[in-house]
C-alpha cells in the first residue's frame, strides 16, 4: 500500500507525459482533434497528480523533477509544434537566398521559452499564491486553441494569413512564459472576499466569454486571463 501511496501522482503525472507525447504525434500528423483530446488529458492529469500528492503527503523532489518534464512536452513541445505548422507554408525567410532557415523553425522558441518558465519556476519560491508569467498549460490552450479553431471551423483565420504576425504572436506568447507579470493562481491565501477579487473576476469573466463564444472562448479565456491579471497587479501577492 506504501508503494501505490508514495507513487500515485507521479504514476498521475508520467500518465500527463505519455498524452503529451501522443497529442505530439497528432499533431504533427495533422489530427487536431486527438491532439485536443490529449492537451484536455493531460491538463486534467496536471492537475490531479499535484491533489494527489497533498491529499496523499505523498511530496517528493522526484515528483516535482518529473512534474516538469511531462510538462515540458505536454505544455511545451505542443504549443512550440503548434507554431511550426502554423508558421510552415510561409517558406524560408529569404526566399531568394541560399540560406537553408526557414521561418517555420521559429515557432519553436515557444517550447524553448516553454523549457525556460518551468526552470525558474522550479527555482522560485515566491510563486506560491500567484504566478510570475504565463504558465505552460495557459499558453499551450491558447496557442493550439487558437489554431485549433482556425483549422476546425475557421475561426481566427486572419491571424494565421500573416506570417509577421505570428512571428510577434511567437515572440510575445515567448516573453509571457518568462515575464515579471504577476498572473492570477486559483490558489487561496485565505476567504476574505476583498483577498479573492482577482480571481471572482476571473471566473466570473471566463463564464461570460464561454455562454457567448461557446468553445470558440477557449483561447479569448486566456487573452482575459493575460488582461484581468495586468488589472489587478497590486492585489496578487
Known amino acids: 500500500m506504501n508503494f501505490i501511496k508514495n507513487n500515485l501522482a507521479n504514476a498521475l503525472t508520467l500518465g500527463n507525459l505519455f498524452s503529451g507525447c501522443v497529442g505530439a504525434i497528432h499533431l504533427i500528423l495533422g489530427d487536431y482533434q486527438i491532439t485536443a483530446i490529449c492537451i484536455i488529458v493531460s491538463l486534467v492529469l496536471d492537475f490531479f497528480d499535484g491533489f494527489v500528492a497533498r491529499a496523499l503527503q505523498s511530496n517528493s523532489n522526484l515528483g516535482v523533477q518529473l512534474d516538469s518534464l511531462a510538462d515540458m512536452v505536454s505544455f511545451g513541445l505542443i504549443p512550440g509544434l503548434t507554431m511550426y505548422a502554423a508558421l510552415e507554408p510561409f517558406g524560408k525567410i529569404l526566399s531568394e537566398t541560399e540560406l537553408p532557415f526557414e521561418v517555420k523553425y ?52 486572419f491571424l494565421f494569413e500573416n506570417p509577421l504576425f505570428l512571428v510577434l504572436f511567437t515572440a510575445i506568447s515567448s516573453w509571457l512564459l518568462i515575464s515579471p507579470i504577476k498572473m492570477i493562481a486559483m490558489k487561496f491565501k485565505s476567504m476574505k472576499l476583498q483577498d479573492n477579487y482577482p480571481k471572482l473576476a476571473l471566473l466570473i469573466g471566463s463564464i461570460i466569454i464561454l455562454i457567448i463564444f461557446k468553445t470558440v472562448g477557449i483561447p479569448l479565456i486566456i487573452i482575459y486571463y493575460i488582461v484581468i491579471s495586468i488589472i489587478f497587479q497590486k492585489q496578487l501577492n
Open 106 to 157: 521559429l515557432g519553436l522558441f515557444v517550447t524553448l521559452f516553454s523549457c525556460l518558465r518551468l526552470a525558474i519556476f522550479n527555482l522560485d519560491e515566491d510563486q506560491k499564491y500567484y504566478f510570475k508569467g504565463l504558465n505552460t498549460p495557459s499558453n499551450t490552450i491558447l496557442i493550439f486553441g487558437l489554431y485549433y479553431a482556425q483549422k476546425g471551423a475557421g475561426d481566427f483565420t
